[in-house]
């Protein structure tokens, strides 16, 4: 079935189109394609967060992570440690799998290696929320040793057993700076190195004297020691004065009556000193996934607590690793403008892509006006190149020894050709405008032909017999 001629015309205009404009349709996808390889704006599905020991503040808000990103297509591993110093020690392995972890403030190496840059591959995404220094000890350890049920200082611990927490924790090294705060040396305390659960056994079956732990008061073994009969709390009297020799605590205020209203605990208020808790992700981690840790960070910490107010946190102060340019963009101007209108993984593509598009628009605005012109010049080349034949043709009538029914037989192949020949309806005119020239060059050797006849037949004419 032959196809109707503005079917075939249409056709005839789109393949045109299409081969002319291909090259820069080309360019345009290799661009493209080169922007998604290099701005790599998919984020990963899947994450490591290294959190803490079980039971403890850290696994607690793992859990909630887990829920949050769980509603933007992202799943979490969670990943249980014995806390800060070995979430750090897992962030510079890179052979971990660990990307992203909760780390407390002053819990990593005393003094870093002379001439090694401190925190090297590793971003902060903000401090999330007071991590109080709890000193717990036993009233009755306390009678015992300082003859009165409540301890004064720090300085007072000197020969006590203490849990300064397990191999890998935080608060070990944060205890140590404390005791050298105060004058003491590792050796002036029966330091024990248990894990969490073990030690608060120990603790309340009277075979140490004090546990210390660096915790959020959503730890469960933080609530249930603030509420147990002959354990006592150590209150900072000097909470300001640490601020200012260990920049990594700040002074807190832990409410009287603020664990139980009823029963009146605390019955007064108790100073502490409290390092802040950071979520730290390694640099080469994906930045979207960076920009939605924080906005996670915004619903699970910004919160009213113990020892903030609503909107204190995340927060960018306090931070002990470069904060990362995604954390910096958040508390800069909030959330990603598109993020309130679109799916996450849709917004975080046109937020990357976004400038590349804008720029190879602006390169192809101005070789795209060459299209038109290259269009216009590949139909009107498809005619004007029988031209040349045409006139070779022309000019045998007088330059060649060709017979006028020779040049003509050459004249009808090239028509037969040019009725081969699609072009778009708007330049069928250059068409038919050659095809009324071939008819002219017809009508030239129609006419040099009956020259020709007329001159073979003059001479027989002339010698004929007269009647």
């Known amino acids: 079935m032959t196809p109707l001629p503005s079917v075939r015309h249409s056709y005839v ?47 607690e808000f793992g859990t909630r992570y887990q829920a949050w990103l769980k509603k933007y297509g992202v799943e979490v591993e969670l990943r249980s440690t014995e806390g800060s110093a070995e979430n750090l020690a897992l962030l510079r392995d890179p052979k971990s799998g660990v990307q992203f972890a909760f780390v407390q403030g002053g819990s990593d190496r005393l003094q870093p290696p002379a001439g090694e840059p401190e925190e090297e591959g590793l971003v902060s995404l903000g401090s999330l929320f007071y991590e109080p220094v709890w000193i717990f000890y036993r009233e009755d350890s306390a009678r015992a040793r300082l003859k009165k049920a409540q301890l004064d200082s720090v300085s007072q ?20 700076r404390l005791l050298d705060a ?32 660096a915790s959020a008061p959503e730890s469960l073994m933080v609530q249930m020691l603030l509420q147990t009969p002959g354990v006592r709390l150590l209150d900072f009297a000097q909470a300001e004065a640490y601020s200012r020799r260990l920049p990594v605590v700040s002074p807190v205020m832990l409410p009287r009556g603020v664990v139980d209203l009823a029963r009146d605990i605390p019955p007064q208020d108790v100073r502490l000193v409290a390092p802040t808790a950071r979520l730290v992700a390694r640099d080469d981690t994906h930045p979207a996934l960076q920009q939605l840790l924080v906005q996670a960070a915004r ?3 910004g919160g009213s607590g113990w020892f903030q107010r609503r909107g204190d946190f995340p927060s960018a ?65 498809r005619v ?8 070779r043709i022309e000019d045998g009538l007088t330059n060649s020894r060709a017979s006028p029914r020779a040049l003509m037989e050459e004249l009808d192949g090239l028509d037969a050709r ?50």
């Open 182 to 213: 105060n004058g003491l040396e590792a050796s002036d305390v029966d330091a024990k190195r248990m894990q969490t659960t073990p030690a608060v056994m120990a603790f309340l079956d009277g075979q140490i004297d004090a546990v210390t732990f």
């Open 13 to 59: 205009m789109v393949r045109d189109m299409l081969a002319t404009a291909g090259p820069f349709i080309v360019l345009t996808i290799a661009l493209l394609v080169l922007a998604y390889v290099l701005l790599d704006p998919t984020p990963p599905k899947r994450l490591v967060l290294a959190t803490g020991p079980a039971q403890g503040a850290y696994a």
């Open 317 to 381: 102060r306090s931070v002990e690793q470069p904060l990362s340019k995604e954390a910096q963009r958040f508390y800069q101007s909030g959330p990603p403008f598109l993020q309130r209108y679109l799916p996450f993984w849709m917004a975080n593509l046109v937020d990357r892509m976004w400038v590349v598009l804008v720029s190879i628009i602006a390169v192809l605005i101005p070789l795209s006006r060459v299209v038109p012109p290259l269009y216009e010049l590949r139909i009107r080349s």
């Open 384 to 391: 004007f190149r029988w031209y040349a034949s045409l006139k």
């Open 157 to 176: 611990l000197k020969g006590w057993k203490i849990n300064v927490g397990a191999d890998g924790s935080g608060v070990t090294n944060l205890m140590m």
């Open 418 to 467: 040019l009725k081969q020949i699609n072009v778009p309806l708007a330049y069928t005119d250059e068409l038919y405008a050659l095809r009324g020239y071939i008819d002219l060059v017809r009508g030239k050797l129609r006419d040099a032909a009956a020259q020709a006849e007329a001159a073979q037949q003059k001479p027989q004419r002339t010698g004929a017999p007269a009647t």
């Open 299 to 301: 619903e699970i910490h």
